[in-house]
Each structure stands twice: as C-alpha cells, then as structure tokens.
C-alpha cells in the first residue's frame, strides 16, 4: 500500500515540484515492476541500489532515513522501524530509477541474483555429501542468470572455483595454482556441457583435457580482454569429455577390479602379462546404459573421423607429460551406427587398457608417482582436417615450444619459441621418424633455416607425410609428392616450394601450376603469408606467462584456423642455468666435442660407457638382427641401473625405423644419463634433432642429457679408438649378450688409471665437450 501511496500523488511531499514528474513514476514503478518478480530477493535488491547510491554521493543512508521520516510525519502515519524501512525501500527505488539506465538497473538486479545463487552454490561445494549433480544443477542455475558486467568477487569466487575445477577436471595443486586464475564459473558451465557422465561414477576429465581447456581460456578469457587476432583465428576442435568414472565403472561390471594392483607386481611380470590383459578388456563389454549413451554420442557427432585420446589423472603435468606412454586412437567413424559404435568402443578399450602397460607402470615408478591412484579419462576430438579422395589431414600441424633450445646462431632469440612443423597429421611432428625430416622453425625469424643451399633444403626437407585413410580405418605414411600429384589440395601455394635451376622459391601466386617433380615442402608462404608464426609466438608467450614456466602445445593450421590440439607446462626450468665448460683441458683427455647443444649441463664422474659400433650397426642386414640390439640396450640398461653411466650409438635413439638408429623405448634407456647420437654419414647415419619429440621430454624428464657428436663436421673431436681400444666389459655384466662386439661396456676407471668421463654442456655458446678427469677435478 506505501509504495503505491508514495508513487501517487502524495510523492509530492518528499520531491519538490522540481524535482517530480510522471517519469519519474512510471520508472519507479517500472523498476518495482522488474525487482518484484524475485520477492524473495526485494530487500536485497534495494540494499544493493542503496549501497551504489551512496558510493556514487547521490544521496546517503542517514539521509534517506531522514526523509523516510519526514514522509510518514507528512501523511500522518505511525513511524516506526517496519514503516521507515518500507519508505527507505520505496524512496531508493524512486532514486535508482531516475540516476540509472534500464541497462544498469537491470545489470544490478541480476548481479543480487548471481550473489543469492552463488551462495548457494558456494554452500553445496562445502557440504561433504552433496552429489556431482546436484552441483551441476547449482552451477546451470547460476549461469542461467545474465552474465552482465558485474561480477563476484575473486575473493569470493576463487574458492568455488577451486572446488569445481578440483572435482570435474583435476586435483593437482599445479594446475589448480594456475586454472583458478582463468576457469570462471561460466566457463566450468560451458565445460559440463560436453562432458560424458557414466552413470554410476564419478569423476575428472583427467590432465590433458584440463591442459587444453585451460590454454584456450587462457588464450581467449570469458572476462577480461581478448585479443582480436585470436578470435579471428585460434579454436579448438570439437571436443567431448569422457570422465574416469568410465573406466572404474567398466572394471567393476566386469569382475576386473584387481587389475588395480597390476602396477605392484615385477617388471617382467608386467611386461608379460599385458599383451593377455589387453586381450580380456577386449572381450570384455561395458553395460548396457553406457552403450546406449556411447549410441548417442555417436548419433550426435555425426559421420567425422574421430581421434580417442587419453587424458589420464596423472597426464600432462607439471614435470609428468607422460608423453607417448598411453595410446590414442584414430577412428574412421563412417557407415552404420553399429559398425561405428563397435569401432568406437574397440579404441574406447584400447585407450583405457594403456593405464596398465608396461611403459605406463614403469613411467611412473621412474617418478615416483606409483602409489597414485591413476585413473584413465579420455578425450574425444573430431580429427582436424580435409578429406581428399579416401585421405583425411589438415595443412600442417605439429608441435610448438616457448623456449627454442635448438638455437643454431646466435641471431635466433631462445625466448621467442620454435615450432616442430609437418605437413599433414601430427604425429610425424612428434614421434622420432624414419629417413625424413620435420621443419624447425625459430618464431623469432621464421623464415630462417640451417641449411643453405636448394640441394641442402630439398635433402632436409620432409619426404613422407600421415595422413588417416578412411578406406582402411587406419594412418597410412605416403610420399608427399605423389600424393600432391593425385589431389587438389587449395593450400598448396602453402606449403611447397619450387626449384627452378638450383634457385628454391615460394610459389608467387595461389593458382600457380607447380611442377610436383621439382618441388619440396617448405611452408614459406605459410610462414610468411599466413599468420601462424606471429599467433603462435603470440599464444607461446601469453601461455608461459600465466604458467611460470616454459610450455609445450600441440596445434593443427587447416582452412585458416589454428587450432589448440594440447598444451602442458615443461620440466625446463634448469635450461636457463649457465654451465662453464673448463678451459685448459688436456687435448689427450678429450673423447669428443659437439657444436649443436639443445640445453646447458654437466654430468660428472661417469663410471661406464655403452658403446653401440655405428660402423657394426650398419653391417647388420636384416630387421630382426637390429632389434636384437635394442632387446640388449635393454638389458644393459637394467644390470646398470645403479651406476653412473653414458650411452652412445648411431644416429637416432627411439627412431621407428631400424636403419637410422636403434629402436628403443623410454623403459630400454632410463637409468642412463647421458644419451649420445653418433652421426656418420659414411655409414648412412645422419643428424637430425630430437627436440619436440616425445622421446626428448622424457629425456628431460628423467634428467638425461641428450648430445649429438658429427665427426664428419669440421673442429668435431671424437676419439672413436678409446671405445674399442678399452676392454669390453660386457661379458662379465653377462655372457649371454656378447654379441660380435656391437654392444661394448667400458668401464671408465679400469682401462684409465682411475679417472671418469666428465661431461659438460654449454647452450649458450653452442660447444661441449667429454674428457677424462679424476673426480676431484671434476667442479
């Protein structure tokens, strides 16, 4: 009844005639109009518009009473606290609606419903029994009120924050360090939204869904400013979130929980019993409403070739990227529902069983990290990319760092990054590959390349490209020219160049004629008439920023678009340390030197040295006699496991092709710490840097240091007689593996009257060297 009497014609009693009018009415009541439909919220609301009246001096609380007062003495009414507060309400409406826009007003209304929502979402996350639900059901509620511009306070939000990034992606207080300054509410809500909840489990979407979510809030925050060039630009691919609840839930219907305990056991035992352990999830079925769910995901996606990525609890963090060490699967998705939901659920168990392989398990007891309950999430993306003919790839992808330890010159700047760049699917960008090269590209001159000459570019260049085959549902390595030569592909201008008479060039126009049998992929118009390079050196520094520490991310560039495929923070930390290399060494001393460093270090006193015969290696004529040589650095690797020691062999350690180097894995080399490439080109063993690869993080990870000696390089030291001339302990370790003198153990005191091989590394200066002192010369 007051308001009604105070916004009719008595209102004359408090305004003066100067004051009033029938506008000020109408808002008022327009504004009671819009406050009313949350009765519950009223006295809130105008605690709120008081509390902004009086901070912006239009008028203040005593003052307001005052007048309150004054009114209800004029009409003759009772004045008492029920009364003047009715007043004060009806008055601060009056003012709020004639000071304010319909905009504003509305803009404070909703922010007294986001403050009465937030609280009782902020209740929820501090009750212990409250149901993953019932918290999903709070925060839909909350982000159903308009965003607005004003907000909680960070006070106040952070540690909801915290909570809902800690139960739904990841509870790692590094992540979370960082995650809470840039995963809003809002952004959690969109988040749920393409998550895949089991029905019975709980869960985290796991670290390297957490890792590429944060990065994209990062680069392109809800709140604050954004960068034009990277909303024009910089996307995700379509991603669905499928927790860990999926793989506890799947274990447990099928009576294979115990297989929790699989991480406890030998590692031989281990090893042997996974190939037996894949098999049964195999077989193994998930339940019925699961499939149904997995049926409309399907359903939903659409026929697009899909990627099953893992993205356990453990992955992706800080100082354990995990690299390589659980599977991801592409998928062709194509045809009927029940042949896509069956391809489905094969890459679904065979992402899930990686949580138990061997170089998973031994991964983590290298790290400590055993006893940790690891659980399996994983992350469902469309595969980014083109279909040509039965082939599905995108433009170029790769791998992408802030800080470029693979500096050649001095011109390049370290702290501006370097991309691992391919043309087609990534994983060429990531795995130690065959006889072909990727394009490293320092993004402080992108342009800039080691090689000189046409013929040096054209041998340096990449010759093989991945590309997923939709035909026969698997990735395929074709020639790059002869795929080129087949299809019509609108970013060739892109990627290739031409020879034209010793001279490489860009071509100069998009629908140039290019001459296949004179070209080369090179990617100079891309980095020069795309904007790639500046985006990514942009996203690489807004990135280490908010992380602290340097970062690595996987991106794909198709159709003009760059797109964050993963991001993780990198143990780099200790590559800004300055290391000395000893002046005045004894040129007698010195087993090698090398001239391309990728990180500064030192290693000292090491006891033993493995020495693979690069000259042996080559001579081995068959496939199965080169792996051999892997299955013994294996077992080396395990009889020295507590000493200090340097392993040496040819070309490239962890390749995938047995001609250039030894396969091996992480679990074959992880008690070394030094691993060296020998480069002899006289034998087909030629350079190529590791860095960016999944082999080198876990080098880095494990503190090993990688080295790369050229003796066929000018100034280059390597004393190849001291590795044959020193007696071979190998057949004392054990007598099984001597093998023609390919694989040699020297034990370094023994053959030079007491001292070790000292190892320095200086990144700065690009030089190293290995020389033999006694251990109290060694600094």
């Known amino acids: 009844m007051r308001v009604g009497v105070l916004m009719g014609q008595n209102a004359k009693a408090y305004f003066t005639s100067a004051d009033i009018c029938a506008a000020d009415l109408i808002r008022a009541y327009r504004l009671y109009d819009k406050m009313i439909r949350f009765p519950h919220l009223l006295n809130e609301i105008r605690e709120l518009f008081l509390s902004v009246l009086c901070k912006r001096g239009i008028v203040c609380a005593e003052s307001i009473r005052q007048d309150a007062v004054k009114q209800l003495e004029a009409l003759g009414e009772p004045v008492t606290e029920q009364a003047v507060a009715e007043v004060i309400g009806s008055l601060t409406d009056m003012y709020f609606a004639r000071h304010f826009t319909w905009e504003d007003i509305e803009n404070y209304i909703n922010f007294a419903r986001k403050r009465d929502s937030f609280q009782k979402l902020n209740k929820l996350m501090n009750s212990e029994e409250v149901t993953s639900s019932r918290i999903r059901e709070a925060v839909r509620e909350f982000c159903a009120i308009p965003m607005g511009s004003l907000y909680i306070p960070p006070g106040d939000s952070t540690g909801v924050r915290v909570g809902l990034i800690s139960r739904f992606i990841s509870d790692q207080l590094p992540f979370l360090g960082v995650a809470k300054n840039h995963i809003t509410i809002r952004d959690m809500d969109e988040l749920m939204e393409q998550i895949i909840w089991n029905p019975r489990r709980g869960g985290r979407i796991g670290g390297k869904s957490a890792g590429m979510f944060l990065a994209y809030k990062i680069i392109l925050p809800l709140l604050g400013q954004r960068d034009p060039e990277f909303e024009k630009y910089v996307r995700i691919p379509e991603s669905h979130y499928f927790n860990s609840g999926f793989l506890t839930d799947f274990l447990d219907s099928n009576n294979l929980f115990s297989l929790h305990s699989q991480k406890y056991k030998s590692r031989e035992t281990i090893e042997e019993e996974y190939a037996q352990i894949s098999g049964t999830i195999q077989k193994a079925t998930f339940p019925s409403d699961v499939l149904t769910q997995f049926r409309a995901f399907l359903e939903k996606v659409g026929e697009h070739p899909l990627i099953i990525r893992s993205s356990s609890l453990l992955e992706d963090n800080v100082g354990y990227t995990f690299s390589g060490k659980y599977d991801s699967v592409f998928i062709a998705n194509q045809g009927k529902i029940g042949t896509r939901l069956n391809e489905f659920t094969r890459a679904l168990k065979q992402v899930l069983t990686s949580v138990f392989s061997a170089r998973a398990i031994l991964y983590r007891l290298d790290h400590n ?366 007598p099984e593996l001597q093998r023609d003198g390919i694989a040699r153990v020297i034990h370094v005191p023994s053959c030079t009257q007491g001292q070790y091989l000292q190892v320095y590394l200086d990144g700065d200066e690009q030089k190293g060297v290995g020389f033999l002192g006694y251990p109290e010369q060694a600094p």
């Not at 033993?608 to 015969?613: E, L, S």
């Open 369 to 734: 990290l055993l006893d940790f309950d690891e659980r399996m999430s994983v992350l469902v993306q469309k595969v980014v990319g083109r279909q040509f003919n039965d082939y599905f790839f995108p433009t170029a992808a790769g791998v992408a760092f802030s800080q470029n330890v693979y500096a050649w010159t001095p011109r390049i700047v370290r702290a501006d990054g370097l991309l691992r760049m391919v043309f087609g699917l990534g994983t060429r960008a990531v795995d130690r590959i065959g006889p072909d090269y990727t394009r490293m590209i320092p993004l402080s001159h992108p342009l800039l390349r080691p090689e000189v000459s046409a013929e040096e570019i054209k041998k340096y260049s990449q010759k093989l490209v991945d590309v997923f085959d939709l035909k026969s549902r698997s990735i395929l390595t074709v020639p790059a020219m002869d795929l080129l030569r087949t299809i019509h592909h609108p970013d060739l201008y892109y990627v290739v160049s031409v020879d034209d008479e010793g001279h490489l060039s860009a071509p100069l126009f998009k629908n140039e004629q290019i001459d296949m049998a004179r070209a080369c992929i090179t990617f100079d118009n891309l980095l020069s008439k795309t904007p790639v390079a500046g985006l990514m050196k942009k996203i690489l520094h807004k990135l280490e920023e908010a992380y602290g520490r340097p970062v690595e991310v996987e991106f794909a560039w198709d159709d003009g678009k760059l797109y964050l495929l993963q991001c993780r923070a990198l143990a780099l930390s200790r590559l800004v340390e300055k290391v000395a290399v000893p002046k005045d060494i004894d040129p007698q001393k010195v087993l090698f030197t090398c001239s391309t460093v990728l990180f500064s270090s030192a290693v000292n006193n090491i006891e033993y040295i493995v020495y693979i015969d690069p000259r042996a290696y080559a001579a081995l004529t068959t496939f199965d006699k080169r792996l051999a040589v892997a299955l013994i650095v294996r077992r080396i690797n395990r009889l020295l496991e507590d000493k200090v020691y340097a392993l040496f062999g040819p070309g490239r350690w962890g390749t995938n092709d047995v001609k250039m180097g030894i396969k091996v894995s992480y679990e074959d080399i992880n008690r070394t710490r030094v691993l060296a490439e020998i480069a002899m080109r006289e034998v087909g063993i030629v350079p190529e840097p590791s860095f960016g690869t999944h082999f080198f993080n876990d080098l880095v990870e494990a503190n090993i240091v990688p080295l790369a000696i050229d003796p066929d390089s000018s100034g280059t030291v390597f004393r190849e007689e001291f590795f044959h001339q020193c007696p071979n302990a190998l057949v004392s370790l054990d």
